[in-house]
C-alpha cells in the first residue's frame, strides 16, 4: 500500500471514529451543558486525535488552512456567500411552516454573546476537522476537487444526522430540510476554502449559516 493510499485510509479512520463516538454521545441520556460541551468535550473528542494524525502525516498547520494568506479575501468571500445562505435559512423556514415565518429564537440560557462566541469555537472545531483535513486530504488523494467536496459534504451531513434526530427529534419532513442546509453549506464551504486554502473563511461561512438555522428553526 502506498504512503498516499494509507493516509487516505487513515482519513477514513479518523471519521468512523468521529461518527460512532460522536453518534453515540447524542445517545446517552445524560449529556453536558453546551457550553462544557463546546469548549472541552468536542475539541477533546475532535481535535485531539487529529493533532495525533497531522503530526504522524507531517501535516502543516498551513495545509490546514491555518495561516494569514488572503485573510481578508476570505473573510469578504464568506460575507458575500453567507447572505446567499441567510436567504436559504429564511426559505426553509417559509416552507417548514406551511408558507408562514416563524422566527423564534433558539440560542439557549447563554447571553447573546457567549452565544456568538460558542459559535466560533464550534466553527473551528468542525470546520478545521472536515475542510481542514477531511477535504483537503481528500482532494489530494483523488485530485478531484469537486469530487472530494461532494464526498465531504456527504460525509459532514451524515455526523450531523445523529444529533437532528437523536437530539432534537426533528419530524421527517422538518429533518430532511436540515440535511439539505446541511449539504449545501458543506458544498459552499469546501468552494470556498479551496479557493482562499484559509479556515477562517470556512469557520466565518459556518457562523452565518448556523445562526439563521438557531434563529429559524
Known sequence: ??????????????????????????????????????????????????????????????????????LFFSIYFALILGVIFTFEGVLINFLKYGGRFEFQSNIGPEPFLIAIALSFITAFTEEIAFRGYIFTQTQKYLKKEWTANFITSIAWTLIHLPIASLDWRLEPANLALYLVLVFTFSVGSSFIFARTKNISSSIFLHVLWQWPIILYR
Not at 493510499?5 to 479518523?14: A, W
Not at 468512523?16 to 446517552?28: A, S
Not at 441520556?29 to 468535550?41: D, G, H, K, M, R
Request: proline share 4%.
Open 1 to 70: 500500500m502506498s504512503k498516499r493510499e494509507q493516509s487516505f485510509k487513515l482519513l477514513v479512520k479518523y471519521y468512523v471514529y468521529l461518527f460512532i463516538v460522536w453518534g453515540f454521545y447524542r445517545l446517552l441520556v445524560f449529556q453536558y451543558p453546551a457550553a462544557l460541551e463546546i469548549i472541552l468535550i468536542k475539541p477533546l473528542v475532535w481535535l485531539v486525535p487529529l493533532y495525533l494524525i497531522i503530526k504522524r502525516e507531517n501535516i502543516s498547520y498551513k495545509d490546514l488552512g491555518i495561516t494569514n494568506q488572503k
